[in-house]
């Protein structure tokens, strides 16, 4: 099953943000029984607006790794466009 995962932040009468990923429930690849979400949204976080200062090391080692994939999987269809390579 695919779902939308949306979590945000929004100041009354001011602004809002909000990340939304398109997540997968699979089975988890090692705990019988168990189940875990794979994200399916292939774009990066835009960096700039992340604090990693308040971030514990397992949040920004997976923001890591989805920008790892991100890349991965972008730059072979990117070779042509030197400002989205520049952004990924």
């Not at 090692?30 to 990066?44: F, G, I, Q, R």
């Not at 790892?68 to 952004?87: G, M, N, R």
């Amino acid at each position: 099953m695919c779902v939308s995962d949306e979590p945000g932040f929004y100041k009354d009468g001011e602004f809002g943000i909000r990340i939304e990923n398109v997540i997968l429930c699979k089975k988890h690849p090692t705990l019988a029984d168990h189940y875990c979400w794979e994200n399916l949204t292939v774009a990066p976080y835009c960096r700039e607006l992340i604090d990693t200062k308040i971030l514990d090391s397992s949040t920004i080692a997976y923001i890591n790794q989805h920008h790892q994939k991100v890349l991965s999987l972008l730059t072979p269809l990117l070779q042509d466009d030197a400002l989205a390579l520049a952004y990924v």
